[in-house]
């Protein structure tokens, strides 16, 4: 039996998404969202209102607001007049504060509404006369007191996800992975595939730089694809010297 080897080798890339919506088809925002906190102050975690209000939008700059291919911004809005403390589940909570098409915000320490081991939730819901209503709470308890910063941040950005109709990713580094990676400072390649799915930017990303028509080049300039000529020469070459010999 002869065999044949080749000894050029192509690199081929594999696109594999792991992330999951919410719905198979769940409802967009607009273009810019307004980030709501409630009325609480978060006792344990020791932040008044507005500063858990800066909280989140540190949190959304770092990570949700950091994709160029997605057409959605998460802003600044201000502090409601509703609260999440006491509440026992997130739907009462979004049910209870009146508030549509925003994304609200709140920090409650009733382990009832969260469950063992849960130290946040978020989600978000539609209907036709209510709109979108989308929400997170953290959990107002020593365990998430003592995350630092970072993981803090990264907890609430991956209840923003949910917030804005994104489950939970089978790729165990996306911060949208059912446990979340406290050192996480930005976005996995699948949780900015996620965003982008639901919100494409179908407008071109700017930037500075040129790109250059080879066709035009001088001849010094054409001496660039020289080494990749070569490479694929030298593989023919081989490929026709392999394919003469028996291999058992």
Request: glycine content about 12%; proline content about 3%; hydrophobic content about 40%.
């Amino acid at each position: 039996m002869k065999n044949i080897l080749l000894p050029l080798i192509l690199l081929i890339t594999f696109k594999a998404e792991a992330f999951t919506l919410a719905s198979s088809n769940p409802p967009r925002y607009g273009e810019e969202v307004k980030l709501t906190v409630g009325t609480d102050t978060c006792t344990a975690l020791g932040l008044t209102p507005e500063s858990l209000l800066d909280l989140v939008e540190e949190a959304m700059n770092d990570f949700w607001n950091s994709v160029p291919t997605a057409k959605i911004k998460f802003v600044r809005g201000g502090v409601g007049t509703f609260s999440a403390n006491g509440e026992t589940s997130l739907s009462n909570f979004l049910t209870n504060s009146g508030i549509t098409n925003e994304i609200i915000i709140g920090c409650n320490n009733d382990l009832t509404a969260f469950g063992s081991g849960t130290i946040g939730q978020g989600g978000f819901r539609y209907g036709g006369s209510i709109g979108i209503q989308g929400a997170f709470i953290i959990y107002d308890d020593s365990s998430v007191a003592g995350l630092s910063k970072k993981a803090k941040k990264a907890l609430i950005a991956h209840e923003m996800g949910h917030a804005f109709g994104l489950g939970h990713s089978n790729f165990k580094p996306a911060l949208m992975y059912y446990t979340i990676n406290y050192n996480m400072d930005s976005l996995s390649r699948d949780d900015e595939d996620a965003i982008t799915y639901l919100y494409p930017n179908t407008k071109k990303v700017g930037g500075c730089g040129t790109i250059e028509d080879i066709a035009n080049s001088d001849s010094g300039d054409s001496k660039k694809g020289l080494p990749f000529i070569l490479l694929l020469i030298a593989g023919v070459v081989a490929s026709r010297y392999y394919a003469r010999k028996s291999f058992f």
